[in-house]
């Protein structure tokens, strides 16, 4: 298994393209399955989760095909780091998302309500419970129930069917989902009549979704607030749609600059995708200046504690949770982080306290001491953000930090090292360590 060693204590200094969000690509791509018409996607990224969604697509039967960066148009559309792919769901040959590809990444059930709205029918394994906890999917069924699914769930299988379309109605979340929230989106798209998705998420990934399927004919309105109305279409077609930049890889390498005191200019990527973040980081004392191209983010020697409570979009995201923990533990005074959204997503405190961080943890709510140095030290990655807070720590660190078992890393952030390296950053994976 591959490691990442990092020899911390260099200020970052320099630029970093984002790329297209892994977030808002998952869902996108099961999209595909609601046409029979090609789906094309700009600013793809290079991602383990997308090469395992790529490959649960292809077993139901879609054709996808990419065209790598640096081919000519599809260059110059797909952005300045992603590519480009074309999902073409014209013959579906099986309805069946089975154990082993879902188990590796619980995105892989986002192909159930597209697959029934589309198919009449679907079975999709349960994805199972998660190192961030227990995740259920149970709001999932109940929305798709309520637009007249027929769901059994036996053997470790969700076996949904409908007799004819699905029927619109209203559907009332009773807290705030992404995935359920998109999973009932995709199939009401070719749901007889209107469906009204009351307390739907608002993430930007949502938008993009939404986007996306109005793009290929679908008619949503709503988008961007709680109230989502679609008015059920008999097909969609294809279409041509750009993944938005990934807001948490923005956010990250955001605190790549503060936690060491460097200064980075983020490119390819939105203020306004994560306000909630930027407005803490001014606050512990980061300058954080946007342009409409640029994000630069600069820090002095002293940060203040700044305290954070993980919420639904537009507030601080739970995916932030753990590098915010790592930038805390080198500001000056407490500050203290509260997780709202998942009931096991403090696994990084160990890991960061053997690298010297002074962290208590409350329930859900960790107490932050910060101090001066942080040193290296191996360490275990246990989910994907926990594992860049890792990284982020290892940063700041004197001396050597190994970041053991970094496969998770892969699953969400491209080319890491080498983004970071640019930087400056005294960073190398070391293969089957
Ligand atoms: C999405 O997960 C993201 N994943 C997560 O990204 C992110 O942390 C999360 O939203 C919250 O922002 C993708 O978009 C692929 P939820 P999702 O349904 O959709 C509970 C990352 O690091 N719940 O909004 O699974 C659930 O257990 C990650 O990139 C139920 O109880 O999140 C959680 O406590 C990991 N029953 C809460 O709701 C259900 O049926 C919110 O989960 C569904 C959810």
Redesign the pocket.
Known sequence: MDAIRINGGVPLNGEIVIGGA??AA?PLMAASLLSDAPLTLVNMPELVDITTMGNLLRQHGVHISQEAFGAGRAAVEAGPTGRTTTLTADRLTSVTAPYDLVRRM??GFFVLGPMLARMGEAKVSLPGGCA?????????LKALEEIGAKIEVKEGYVYASTRGRLKGAKVTFP??????TENLLMAATLAEGETIIENA?R?P?IGNLADCLNAMGAKITGIGTGTLRVSGVPTLHGARVAVIPDR?ETGTYAIAAAITRGRIVLKGTRYDLLESVFTALRQAGVSVEATENTITVAAPNGLSGVDAVTEPYPGF???MQAQWMALMATADGASMITET???NRFMHVPELRRLGADVNVHGGSAIVRGRKDLTGAPVMATD??ASVSLVLAGLAAKGETLVNRVYHLDR?YERLEEKLGACGARIERISGA
Do not use: C, W
Not at 132 to 140: A, W
Not at 175 to 180: C, D, E, R, S, Y
């Open positions: 892994k977030n998952l619980r995105a961030i906890g227990t995740r259920g999917v149970d709001l999932h807290m705030v989902t992404v995935g359920g998420a993430e990934e948490i995201p739970t995916d959204i998942f009931e994907l953000r969400g």
